[in-house]
Structures are given as structure tokens and as C-alpha cells.
């Protein structure tokens, strides 16, 4: 038969020398092998303590933005629940009322804004949907739960902290987004 | 005779001294054999550039009494179709023939507390090494109980294995043995370790009869490359298939102790047992006194097992499982003619010696 690729290495089928039938100098072989490895530098991260340092395109759970005095960028439009191909974003619009003005960038806002993160592909989608850079993905990921319900993320779990009143968690939040103040690079 | 008279026969203080080794003994065994759980994951994990468990306590030395919790609030499942007076026997049975040995390997040599010289040897059996060997005989009924009481064909297999593996290389370790016997001319393990303080060790006298006990003894306490009874990618966990909780943990642990035992006895065979190397132990004695030097003894003695521990560990990361008939091949024909060889060539040349090496 015709080999398909090159790279056929044909089985020894010599029958094995005396040398090699007392096995012997095999395993010690083996073994001076597994013991030069106990002394080899371990490539593993202690996870918890340390992570990894991302890409700069890394999408992890999404976050709804605001500015810099604290208010929220959303203005819910719904461009980022059309946009989403998984179907994950829900919201309700609401008017911003007289003296909301700290809280609310503009005059519509979104009084309930839901992703659901077992739908969520992490596509980034909505990030690029978004016209007023409200929501975009951040660099948290991998979150655990007891029931689905806890899954369905909603303004609570999503708004970033106050910038003025809790800036590291918002320096946090915003990740490697404050050295790159155009995003994550993926609208180029 | 009233029976206060038969307690004024008994001697106190060696009932009491004998306890107290006794119990230090059998903790210790089973402290060495969590440890050697520890161990073991640790070297897997050292040789395979991983880290280990490192979670429980400071680079996770808590991880044994983790495991042992964790195994005592585990379910205790007997099956429904076992024999279950046999199916408790057999744990039982695998953890008391593993502690037995513990009672003729000399410790170390004499303390002297209390006005008394107290020998670190529990027993100082006279036939120390036949009773080694009848107690390592016995240890397969622990497996086969319980394989066979668990009334599963695995199990059964994992015990059928067992049995005749063990039962095949006792026969080449007796026979190497033989010729270490011939040398020593005792029985005794104290005995050989007296005579190993002054001379050389047995290892310089007999290398190819250590080589042929070591592989056995790989076999008998069912450590890899030998360890098809519990072969767990083709027997599911072999003979203790069935087994939960703490009877599982017995087995386990049994095995553990088994190996730290078999590597007292072979340090006490061929490597000099409680012999501290390249010191002259009479000029230590008047420098440090006696109960120093014993300790110090245990402690080298102590330092060999885990050498001898570590190489079982060594060997078992490296060497991947032998085949069942390979297994029996190397055990009836080729360790069992090598031991035969090495006995005979041993006879020859003592004759010889005696004989002042002429023809």
C-alpha cells in the first residue's frame, strides 16, 4: 500500500539483544530521566494567588461603564441586545427625572439592563455595538454559582464601582482599558 | 498458685518498656505511612513538573490528615451480596500482617533509661527473618479475603492476582535469601546488624541476591511495575474495588506500611540496618553517650527507609506496569534460576573459604 504522507516510521521488529532483554539498564535510564525532571523549574501558576496576564483583546464578563463623575454612559437604545447573536441582553428604558442628573449622563437611561451569562458567548459584540461606551467586556471571568438564576446578571452585578467613590475598584474594573483609553483595540 | 502470684512473676517493667516500644512503633509506622501518601504525590508531582498538593497547610503537609478525615466520614458501603463477616476481615487482616513485621526490625541499638538497658527491638526473635517471612506469607489472605468477599469478578481477579503474584516471587526472595543466610549463619535481625557493624554490609556480599530480594520485594508489596492486583485501569482498583470509607483506607494504608516496613527490612538485610557508616561506634559511644548513639542510629536507620521508600516511588513514576505473563515470566524463569545460581555460586565460595581457596 501507498503511504499517504512521508512520515511513516516503519516498527522495529528485530528481536531484542541480550542487553536490551535484561531491562535493567532500560529502567535505569528511565529513571535517571524522572529524577533530572524533580529538579526542573514548574511551569505551573499558583491560580488563585497569581493569574495569568491577559491579551489585550481579552473578553471576559461584560461591564456597564461611567464616566469620569460617576454617571451611568447607558442610554438604553438596544443597539447591544440586537446586536447580540446569542440573544443575552435584556433592558427596560426609563426618563431620567429632574435632579438625576449626577446619576444619569442623559435623559434616557436603562432602569433594568440583564445579560444573561450562560447565553453569552463572549463575542464582544455589544461592545462594538454600542454607541456611547456604556458596556464593554472586562477581564473578570470564569464565574461560579449555585443556581441558574444567580447567572442572570443584573445592573447590580454589571455597573462598575463609582469612580470618585471607590476608585481602585474602578481602576480595577476598567483593567488594561485605562492604559488604553480607545478600548481594547478590536474596533480597528 | 493465686493468681497475685502470677502477677508478681510477670516483669513490670519490661511489660511496660515492651508497650511503650510497641505503641511508638505502630504509630510510627502508621505516622510514616501517611507521610508516605504525602510523599508520594509529592514525588509523582516533582517527577511529572507539576507542584503537588500544596493546599492544606504550608506546602501542604496537612494533606494526609485531610485525606485520612475525609476517608472517615466517607459512606461505609458493604455489598449487598458479600460474605460480610469476611468482607471486615479483610481490611483487618492486610493491616495487622503489614504492622506485625514491625516487631522484630531492630530500631536501634540499647538505651539505658531508668537503671534498665532497654533494647529498641520489640522481639528479638532468634528466626527474626522466617517470621518476617511467614507474616509477608499471611499478608496475601488479607487481599484475597477481601477480593473474594466482595463477590465481584474484578475483585476476585484483582485477588487471583495477588495471590499467585505473591505467592511466585516468595520463592525467588526465599532463595536469595538463602544465600545471605549462608553468609550471616544467623536468623536473627539484630544479629546480622551486630555482624554488618564490624564487617562490611551484606550489599558488598551479596549485590546479585539484594538486586533479585529488591524486585521481589516490589512484587510482594504490590508496587508498580508489579502492581496488577490493583491494576485500576483493568480491575478498576483490583481487589479493593468495593471497598469505601475507612476499610479502603486500611488497604490503602497497609500498603504504605508494607513498603516502609519491607525497606526496614531490607536496610536491615543488606545495608546494615541501624549502622551508622564510617563512624566507629565505640569511640561514639564515649563521646556522646549511649542514649545519644541510639538515637542518632535510629536516625540513619530512619534516613535508609526513606531511601528505600523513595526508590519504591522513584521506580513506580517511572516503570509502567508489566503485563500479566511477563510478570510470571521474569518471577519462574528468570529471578527464580538467578536466585538458584546466586546460591549456589554463595555455597561455592564459602566452601572455598573455609577450604583456605584451594581446590
Known amino acids: 500500500m501507498q503511504a499517504l504522507t512521508n512520515r511513516i516510521k516503519p516498527v522495529s521488529r528485530k528481536p531484542m539483544s541480550i542487553w536490551e532483554r535484561m531491562y535493567l539498564p532500560a529502567i535505569f535510564k528511565g ?20 493569574t495569568r496576564p491577559f491579551s489585550p483583546v481579552f473578553r471576559g464578563l461584560q461591564i456597564l461603564n461611567r464616566d469620569e463623575e460617576g454617571r451611568e454612559n447607558c442610554t438604553a437604545c438596544g443597539l447591544c441586545a440586537v446586536a447580540c447573536p446569542a440573544e443575552a441582553i435584556t433592558m427596560e428604558a426609563a426618563e431620567r427625572k429632574p435632579g438625576e442628573e449626577h446619576l444619569y449622563r442623559e435623559e434616557k437611561y436603562a432602569a433594568k439592563y440583564e ?66 483609553p480607545e478600548g481594547h483595540g478590536n474596533e480597528h | 498458685m493465686h493468681l497475685n502470684h502470677i502477677f508478681l512473676l510477670i516483669d513490670w517493667a519490661l511489660f511496660i518498656e515492651k508497650l511503650v516500644l510497641i505503641i511508638v512503633v505502630v504509630m510510627g509506622s502508621l505516622l510514616v505511612a501517611m507521610y508516605s501518601t504525602y510523599a508520594e504525590r509529592k514525588v509523582a508531582a516533582f517527577m511529572q513538573d507539576r507542584v503537588g498538593p500544596n493546599r492544606a497547610g504550608p506546602f501542604g503537609i496537612l494533606q494526609p490528615v485531610a485525606d485520612g478525615v475525609k476517608l472517615f466520614f466517607k459512606e461505609e458501603i458493604v455489598p449487598n451480596f458479600s460474605s460480610k463477616f469476611l468482607f471486615i476481615l479483610g481490611p483487618c487482616l492486610a493491616m495487622l500482617t503489614a504492622m506485625m513485621i514491625g ?63 505473591i505467592v511466585s516471587y516468595e520463592l525467588a526472595m526465599g532463595i536469595s535469601l538463602i544465600a545471605l543466610l549462608m553468609i550471616t549463619g544467623t536468623l536473627s535481625l539484630n544479629e546480622m546488624v551486630v555482624q554488618q557493624k ?71 538485610l543488606y545495608f546494615g540496618g541501624y549502622d551508622i557508616p564510617f563512624v566507629n561506634d565505640a569511640n561514639l559511644v564515649h563521646n556522646i553517650g549511649v542514649n545519644w548513639l541510639a538515637i542518632l542510629e535510629g536516625t540513619v536507620f530512619f534516613i535508609k527507609i526513606c531511601c528505600f521508600i523513595f526508590l519504591f516511588m522513584w521506580v513506580r513514576w517511572t516503570v509502567p506496569r508489566f503485563r500479566y505473563d511477563q510478570l510470571m515470566n521474569l518471577g519462574w524463569k528468570i529471578l527464580l534460576p538467578l536466585a538458584l545460581f546466586n546460591m549456589l555460586v554463595t555455597g561455592a565460595l564459602i566452601l572455598l573459604k573455609q577450604n583456605h581457596w584451594h581446590f
Request: aromatic share 14%; hydrophobic share 45%.
Open chain 2, 198 to 268: 564490624d564487617h562490611w554490609w551484606n550489599i558488598f556480599k551479596q549485590p546479585l541476591g539484594f538486586l533479585i530480594f529488591l524486585i521481589c520485594a516490589f512484587a510482594e508489596t504490590n508496587r508498580t511495575p508489579f502492581d496488577l492486583p490493583e491494576a485500576e485501569n483493568e480491575l478498576i482498583g483490583g481487589y479493593h474495588a468495593e471497598y469505601s470509607s475507612m476499610k479502603l483506607g486500611f488497604y490503602l494504608f497497609s500498603e504504605y506500611i508494607n513498603m516502609f516496613l519491607s525497606g526496614a527490612v531490607m536496610a536491615t
Open chain 2, 103 to 165: 516487631a522484630v526490625i531492630p530500631w536501634g541499638d540499647k538505651i539505658h533509661l531508668f537503671g534498665r538497658d532497654i533494647s529498641l527491638q520489640i522481639a528479638d526473635v532468634n528466626i527474626g527473618i522466617l517470621y518476617v517471612f511467614g507474616i509477608v506469607s499471611l499478608g496475601v489472605y488479607g487481599i484475597m479475603i477481601g477480593g473474594w468477599a466482595s463477590n465481584n469478578k474484578f475483585s476476585l481477579l484483582g485477588a487471583m492476582r495477588a495471590a499467585s503474584q
Open chain 1, 31 to 50: 529513571m535517571t530521566i524522572t529524577f533530572s525532571h524533580m529538579f526542573k523549574k514548574v511551569p505551573t501558576i499558583r491560580y488563585p494567588e497569581k
Open chain 1, 115 to 180: 445579560i444573561n451569562m450562560l447565553r453569552c458567548i463572549f463575542c464582544g459584540l455589544c461592545e462594538e455595538a454600542c454607541p456611547k461606551d456604556a458596556v464593554y467586556l472586562s477581564e473578570t471571568f470564569a464565574p461560579a454559582n449555585y443556581q441558574r438564576k444567580g447567572f442572570i446578571y443584573g445592573k447590580e452585578n454589571l455597573l462598575i464601582p463609582h469612580p470618585k467613590e471607590d476608585p481602585e475598584g474602578f481602576a480595577k474594573a476598567r483593567g488594561s482599558r485605562a492604559a488604553h
